[in-house]
T-cell receptor
Framework: QKEVEQDPGPLSVPEGAIVSLNCTYSNSAFQYFMWYRQYSRKGPELLMYTYSSGNKEDGRFTAQVDKSSKYISLFIRDSQPSDSATYLCAMRWGADGLTFGKGTHLIIQP | DAEITQSPRHKITETGRQVTLACHQTWNHNNMFWYRQDLGHGLRLIHYSYGVHDTNKGEVSDGYSVSRSNTEDLPLTLESAASSQTSVYFC???????????FGSGTRLTVV
Protein backbone atom coordinates (compact mmCIF):
# COMPACT_ATOMS: atom_id res chain seq x y z
CA GLN A 1 0.00 0.00 0.00
CA LYS A 2 1.36 3.38 -1.03
CA GLU A 3 1.81 5.87 1.78
CA VAL A 4 -0.30 8.52 0.01
CA GLU A 5 -3.27 7.71 -2.21
CA GLN A 6 -4.77 10.18 -4.66
CA ASP A 7 -7.27 9.58 -7.45
CA PRO A 8 -5.52 10.49 -10.74
CA GLY A 9 -8.77 11.56 -12.47
CA PRO A 10 -9.28 13.24 -14.81
CA LEU A 11 -11.88 15.26 -12.94
CA SER A 12 -13.93 17.46 -15.27
CA VAL A 13 -16.30 20.14 -13.91
CA PRO A 14 -18.04 23.21 -15.39
CA GLU A 15 -16.72 26.70 -14.75
CA GLY A 16 -18.01 28.16 -11.49
CA ALA A 17 -18.45 24.79 -9.76
CA ILE A 18 -16.94 23.89 -6.40
CA VAL A 19 -14.12 21.38 -6.78
CA SER A 20 -13.16 18.86 -4.12
CA LEU A 21 -9.77 17.13 -4.32
CA ASN A 22 -8.75 14.50 -1.78
CA CYS A 23 -5.89 12.37 -0.51
CA THR A 24 -5.67 9.60 2.04
CA TYR A 25 -2.51 8.51 3.80
CA SER A 26 -1.36 5.65 5.99
CA ASN A 27 1.54 7.10 8.01
CA SER A 28 0.07 8.64 11.16
CA ALA A 29 3.38 10.44 11.79
CA PHE A 30 2.72 12.93 8.98
CA GLN A 31 2.28 16.40 10.48
CA TYR A 32 2.75 18.85 7.62
CA PHE A 33 0.40 18.85 4.66
CA MET A 34 0.65 20.73 1.39
CA TRP A 35 -1.12 21.12 -1.91
CA TYR A 36 0.79 21.88 -5.09
CA ARG A 37 -0.51 22.88 -8.52
CA GLN A 38 1.36 21.77 -11.62
CA TYR A 39 0.68 23.05 -15.10
CA SER A 40 1.72 20.96 -18.07
CA ARG A 41 5.52 20.88 -18.57
CA LYS A 42 6.11 23.08 -15.51
CA GLY A 43 7.37 22.46 -12.00
CA PRO A 44 4.92 22.16 -9.08
CA GLU A 45 4.07 25.38 -7.25
CA LEU A 46 2.92 25.57 -3.64
CA LEU A 47 -0.76 26.46 -3.14
CA MET A 48 -1.53 25.71 0.49
CA TYR A 49 0.38 24.65 3.60
CA THR A 50 -1.24 23.35 6.78
CA TYR A 51 0.03 21.91 10.03
CA SER A 52 -1.96 19.26 11.89
CA SER A 53 -5.77 19.08 11.74
CA GLY A 54 -8.16 21.85 10.80
CA ASN A 55 -9.04 24.20 7.96
CA LYS A 56 -7.08 26.92 6.23
CA GLU A 57 -8.52 29.36 3.71
CA ASP A 58 -6.74 31.45 1.08
CA GLY A 59 -8.97 33.25 -1.39
CA ARG A 60 -10.92 30.67 -3.39
CA PHE A 61 -8.93 27.79 -1.90
CA THR A 62 -9.60 25.91 1.35
CA ALA A 63 -7.38 23.14 2.68
CA GLN A 64 -8.79 20.71 5.21
CA VAL A 65 -6.92 18.12 7.29
CA ASP A 66 -8.55 15.33 9.31
CA LYS A 67 -5.75 13.46 11.03
CA SER A 68 -8.12 11.06 12.79
CA SER A 69 -9.30 9.79 9.40
CA LYS A 70 -5.91 10.32 7.69
CA TYR A 71 -7.68 12.37 5.03
CA ILE A 72 -6.90 15.75 3.49
CA SER A 73 -8.92 17.83 1.06
CA LEU A 74 -8.55 20.89 -1.14
CA PHE A 75 -11.67 22.84 -2.11
CA ILE A 76 -11.72 25.33 -4.97
CA ARG A 77 -14.67 27.72 -5.08
CA ASP A 78 -15.86 29.51 -8.22
CA SER A 79 -13.56 27.38 -10.37
CA GLN A 80 -12.00 29.03 -13.43
CA PRO A 81 -10.54 27.55 -16.65
CA SER A 82 -7.13 28.77 -15.42
CA ASP A 83 -7.48 26.31 -12.50
CA SER A 84 -7.12 23.44 -15.00
CA ALA A 85 -3.94 21.66 -13.90
CA THR A 86 -2.70 18.66 -11.96
CA TYR A 87 -3.06 19.01 -8.19
CA LEU A 88 -0.60 17.15 -5.98
CA CYS A 89 -0.98 16.56 -2.28
CA ALA A 90 2.23 16.25 -0.28
CA MET A 91 3.11 15.59 3.32
CA ARG A 92 6.03 15.04 5.67
CA TRP A 93 6.64 14.21 9.31
CA GLY A 94 10.17 15.35 9.91
CA ALA A 95 13.03 16.95 8.06
CA ASP A 96 13.07 14.41 5.22
CA GLY A 97 11.74 15.14 1.76
CA LEU A 98 8.07 15.40 0.98
CA THR A 99 5.98 12.34 0.11
CA PHE A 100 3.67 13.12 -2.79
CA GLY A 101 0.41 11.70 -4.06
CA LYS A 102 0.33 10.86 -7.76
CA GLY A 103 -1.75 13.95 -8.55
CA THR A 104 -5.30 14.59 -9.80
CA HIS A 105 -5.74 16.01 -13.29
CA LEU A 106 -8.44 18.71 -13.09
CA ILE A 107 -10.25 20.13 -16.12
CA ILE A 108 -12.52 23.19 -15.79
CA GLN A 109 -14.85 23.42 -18.75
CA PRO A 110 -15.66 27.01 -19.90
CA ASP B 1 14.49 37.96 -8.17
CA ALA B 2 15.60 34.71 -6.57
CA GLU B 3 15.08 31.62 -8.64
CA ILE B 4 15.93 27.96 -9.10
CA THR B 5 17.12 26.92 -12.55
CA GLN B 6 17.71 23.52 -14.07
CA SER B 7 19.75 22.68 -17.12
CA PRO B 8 19.48 21.33 -19.68
CA ARG B 9 15.69 21.45 -20.22
CA HIS B 10 15.86 18.42 -22.51
CA LYS B 11 18.54 15.75 -22.86
CA ILE B 12 18.83 12.60 -24.94
CA THR B 13 21.63 10.21 -24.02
CA GLU B 14 22.68 6.64 -24.74
CA THR B 15 22.54 3.68 -22.39
CA GLY B 16 25.69 3.39 -20.30
CA ARG B 17 26.79 7.02 -20.54
CA GLN B 18 27.36 9.20 -17.51
CA VAL B 19 24.98 12.17 -17.38
CA THR B 20 24.92 15.17 -15.05
CA LEU B 21 21.87 17.37 -14.55
CA ALA B 22 22.46 20.82 -13.10
CA CYS B 23 20.44 22.63 -10.44
CA HIS B 24 21.28 26.17 -9.31
CA GLN B 25 19.31 28.26 -6.80
CA THR B 26 19.74 31.86 -5.71
CA TRP B 27 17.34 31.67 -2.74
CA ASN B 28 20.24 30.95 -0.37
CA HIS B 29 18.32 27.87 0.79
CA ASN B 30 20.20 25.25 2.79
CA ASN B 31 17.96 22.37 1.74
CA MET B 32 17.93 21.00 -1.80
CA PHE B 33 16.14 17.98 -3.26
CA TRP B 34 16.02 15.94 -6.45
CA TYR B 35 12.79 14.22 -7.54
CA ARG B 36 11.83 12.22 -10.60
CA GLN B 37 8.30 12.26 -11.98
CA ASP B 38 6.87 9.34 -13.93
CA LEU B 39 3.38 8.53 -15.12
CA GLY B 40 1.74 6.22 -12.62
CA HIS B 41 4.30 6.93 -9.90
CA GLY B 42 4.12 10.65 -9.25
CA LEU B 43 7.08 12.47 -7.72
CA ARG B 44 9.68 10.29 -5.99
CA LEU B 45 12.63 11.51 -3.95
CA ILE B 46 16.08 10.59 -5.28
CA HIS B 47 18.59 12.46 -3.09
CA TYR B 48 18.57 15.46 -0.80
CA SER B 49 21.00 17.75 1.00
CA TYR B 50 20.69 19.90 4.13
CA GLY B 51 23.84 21.91 3.50
CA VAL B 52 27.34 21.99 2.06
CA HIS B 53 28.98 18.54 2.05
CA ASP B 54 25.75 16.90 3.31
CA THR B 55 23.94 14.36 1.10
CA ASN B 56 21.25 11.76 1.83
CA LYS B 57 19.59 8.97 -0.12
CA GLY B 58 15.90 9.09 -0.92
CA GLU B 59 13.38 6.49 -1.99
CA VAL B 60 14.87 5.77 -5.45
CA SER B 61 18.60 6.55 -5.14
CA ASP B 62 20.10 3.51 -6.90
CA GLY B 63 22.09 4.57 -9.96
CA TYR B 64 22.21 8.24 -8.94
CA SER B 65 24.65 10.37 -6.97
CA VAL B 66 24.87 13.98 -5.80
CA SER B 67 27.52 16.21 -4.26
CA ARG B 68 27.15 19.58 -2.54
CA SER B 69 30.23 21.80 -2.70
CA ASN B 70 28.42 25.13 -2.22
CA THR B 71 25.01 26.42 -1.15
CA GLU B 72 23.75 27.24 -4.65
CA ASP B 73 24.29 24.00 -6.57
CA LEU B 74 23.26 20.34 -6.29
CA PRO B 75 24.15 18.47 -9.49
CA LEU B 76 22.58 15.04 -10.05
CA THR B 77 24.76 12.40 -11.76
CA LEU B 78 23.55 9.24 -13.42
CA GLU B 79 26.60 6.99 -13.24
CA SER B 80 25.61 4.69 -16.14
CA ALA B 81 22.34 5.75 -17.72
CA ALA B 82 19.65 3.08 -18.13
CA SER B 83 16.37 3.19 -20.05
CA SER B 84 14.53 2.94 -16.73
CA GLN B 85 15.93 6.37 -15.89
CA THR B 86 14.00 8.03 -18.71
CA SER B 87 11.94 10.54 -16.75
CA VAL B 88 11.33 14.18 -15.90
CA TYR B 89 13.67 15.34 -13.13
CA PHE B 90 12.82 18.18 -10.77
CA CYS B 91 15.11 19.99 -8.40
CA UNK B 92 13.65 21.79 -5.37
CA UNK B 93 14.92 23.89 -2.49
CA UNK B 94 13.60 25.08 0.86
CA UNK B 95 14.75 27.17 3.79
CA UNK B 96 15.26 25.82 7.31
CA UNK B 97 11.53 25.93 8.10
CA UNK B 98 10.81 23.46 5.27
CA UNK B 99 7.63 25.41 4.58
CA UNK B 100 6.91 24.83 0.92
CA UNK B 101 9.53 23.74 -1.51
CA UNK B 102 10.36 25.86 -4.57
CA PHE B 103 10.69 23.72 -7.68
CA GLY B 104 12.64 24.23 -10.87
CA SER B 105 11.06 23.81 -14.30
CA GLY B 106 12.41 20.31 -14.76
CA THR B 107 14.76 18.39 -17.08
CA ARG B 108 13.25 15.88 -19.46
CA LEU B 109 15.77 13.05 -19.86
CA THR B 110 15.48 10.32 -22.48
CA VAL B 111 17.85 7.33 -22.39
CA VAL B 112 17.99 5.42 -25.69
Amino acid sequence: QKEVEQDPGPLSVPEGAIVSLNCTYSNSAFQYFMWYRQYSRKGPELLMYTYSSGNKEDGRFTAQVDKSSKYISLFIRDSQPSDSATYLCAMRWGADGLTFGKGTHLIIQP
Amino acid sequence: DAEITQSPRHKITETGRQVTLACHQTWNHNNMFWYRQDLGHGLRLIHYSYGVHDTNKGEVSDGYSVSRSNTEDLPLTLESAASSQTSVYFCASSDSTFYGYTFGSGTRLTVV
